[in-house]
């Protein structure tokens, strides 16, 4: 005998198609209802930028630098000061534009494209940020301080601190070099990089001896300070370090052809 069916309910629903059926079609709502949270969670999530992506981000220590590349403190060039920078290799050469210039009795080289390009009465200033520039700023300032109008480049061309202040104090106790008269024997013949980045460099000077053949090495630091090279001295004041009699030029570029 067949099961009438009429335990299932007096209804009659297990009997209608089961899409038919109210059970199967709230089931399928509810899944779908699921469904649909599922997807909406899943596109929502994909919009958001993990850990705050969309957020600007931060700027780099490249990106905050001024447009010389400079590195230590205030570097903007001062006004009317531009350089070509490129060149950040040790030279090998003097530049094609050197020449000397005279000052006191003395000469010193400088160049139209590696510096200084200001003069300011015995402080000449705006050099290349290269390894040329460090190298004419140091032939230059170190050369200033024989003269009458010391005080000037000190305060205005040399790194402030103790070894500021010791340069001072000991120099106060010298004469001038007159800046007039016979032109001294002796002279720059050349010179070394011994070290260079962005910030610092220290390098030698090969000093022509009033002897004929023989040569003196002296080393001297400078550093990239509001937007020039300054002399950095010893704390306790000494510009020059290193120095040395040298038989020749083997190691230095010379400024001589």
């Not at 509810?30 to 600007?56: I, K, W, Y």
């Not at 061309?157 to 001294?184: C, F, H, N, Y």
């Amino acid at each position: 005998m067949l099961n009438s069916g009429r335990s299932r309910g007096g209804s009659g629903e297990w009997e209608q198609p089961f899409w038919q059926q109210r059970g199967w079609i709230l089931s399928a709502g509810f899944l779908l209802v699921l469904l649909v949270l599922a997807v909406f969670t899943m596109v929502s999530s994909g919009d958001e930028d993990p850990a705050g992506a969309s957020a600007a981000p931060s700027p780099t220590p490249s990106a905050t630098k001024d447009s010389d590349g400079g590195g230590n403190g205030s570097n903007a060039r001062p006004a009317g000061c531009r350089t070509d920078d490129s060149d950040q290799a040790k030279p090998a050469k003097a530049p094609a534009d050197f020449r000397w210039k005279a000052d006191g009795t003395g000469l010193v080289p400088v160049s139209k494209t590696a510096g200084p390009l200001k003069y300011d009465g015995p402080v000449w200033s705006c050099y290349a940020h290269t390894p040329m520039g460090a190298v004419l700023a140091a032939h230059a300032i170190t050369d200033h301080l024989s003269y009458p109008g010391w005080r000037e480049v000190v305060e205005r061309q040399v790194v402030p601190g103790t070894g500021r202040d010791a340069l001072i104090a000991s120099r106060s106790q010298e004469d001038d070099k007159p800046t007039s008269g016979k032109a001294d024997a002796g002279g720059y013949a050349g010179f070394s990089v011994l070290s260079y980045n962005k910030d610092e460099a220290t390098l030698m000077f090969l000093l022509r001896s009033p002897n004929a053949g023989t040569y003196g090495s002296a080393s001297v630091t400078v550093r990239w300070q509001d937007g020039d090279w300054k002399l950095a001295p010893d704390p306790d004041g000494t510009v020059y370090s290193g120095m040395a009699q040298v038989n020749g030029t083997t190691g230095f570029v010379t400024w001589e052809a």
